[in-house]
């Protein structure tokens, strides 16, 4: 009797040793369990339900002409816009779309913000197109995209140079027409030359095409206040200009009697002359 209870105390002893420490690890699982909980349950909210109920909050940086209500339309973002509903490279291609701008970026930051960043074309030369029965100067980009039209001569500056015999009279021109592609070249390199001397175009008054055959074509540079012509090749350069001026001004030093054209096709300038007699 005494073995078999001293045996029962022991037992029950060990038990309740035992389940002391099953009684705290169920506690700290049950804290766990509702720490895992809570935690998962606020990534839902923040990463994926928040999204849905935040609106968007758009920063437009743009140029003048182009304002925020604006780029917001042709982004094709309104009021009510929510910020996952918002794709930011269907953003970015409608507005790298739209003839003002040349390049558009656009950057989605956690949780709500949206920014926008672009830049606009830049006028390189100048074409007169007859539009609704009126003769108007029609701006160009680098690229051959019109940019924009003004209402007459006056309107056009100084440093933009008028290019003649590139559009056809057939064809309709508005903002965000395109250049015949046979004469992209011919604006990019006037994109590039201003990049180098935008003063140069103010000695310049007009740039002709001289037209060959398959799209191939010469042109021809009037100096500002003077009839003679500069007949070049149409890979021009500031290089090349710059010596055509040079000729044209040795020209001026033999006194009234001044050539028609001074040619410099071939990287050497020939004079050909409307009278022989040079310098009296």
């Not at 339900?49 to 743009?62: G, L």
Request: with cysteine; charged share 25%; glycine share 8%.
């Amino acid at each position: 009797m005494l073995g078999n209870f001293i045996y029962s105390a022991e037992v029950s002893d060990a038990a309740v040793r035992y389940a002391a420490p099953r009684k705290f690890e169920k506690a700290v699982r049950r804290f766990l369990t509702l720490a895992v909980i809570f935690v998962t349950g606020g990534v839902i909210w923040i990463f994926c339900i928040s999204p849905c109920m935040v609106p968007v909050k758009a920063e437009v940086k743009s140029f003048p002409g182009f304002g925020r209500a604006d780029v917001l339309n042709i982004a094709g973002i309104d009021g009510g816009a929510v910020y996952i509903s918002v794709n930011a490279g269907e953003v970015e291609r409608r507005l790298a779309e739209y003839y003002l701008v040349e390049s558009a970026k656009v950057v989605k930051r956690f949780p709500d913000r949206l920014s926008i960043f672009l830049e606009p074309r830049r006028a390189v030369a100048v074409v007169f197109a007859r539009i609704n029965g009126r003769v108007k100067p029609v701006y160009f980009d680098r690229y051959g995209v019109a940019i924009g039209m003004g209402s007459g001569a006056g309107d056009i500056p100084a440093w933009l140079p008028v290019v003649s015999g590139v559009l056809d009279d057939n064809r309709p021109v508005k903002p965000g027409s395109k250049i015949s592609a046979a004469y992209l070249s011919l604006f990019t390199r006037i994109g590039a030359i201003s990049d180098e001397d935008p003063k140069i175009w103010q000695a310049i008054s007009e740039i002709g095409i001289a037209k060959k055959d398959n799209d191939l074509y010469d042109l021809i540079l009037y100096p500002v206040h003077d009839p003679i012509k500069l007949k070049m090749r149409s890979d021009i350069s500031k290089d090349s200009i710059y010596y055509a001026l040079l000729m044209f001004d040795v020209c001026r030093q033999f006194g009234d009697a001044m050539p028609s054209e001074i040619d410099v096709q071939s990287g050497i300038g020939i004079v050909n002359a409307v009278e022989a007699s040079y310098g009296k």
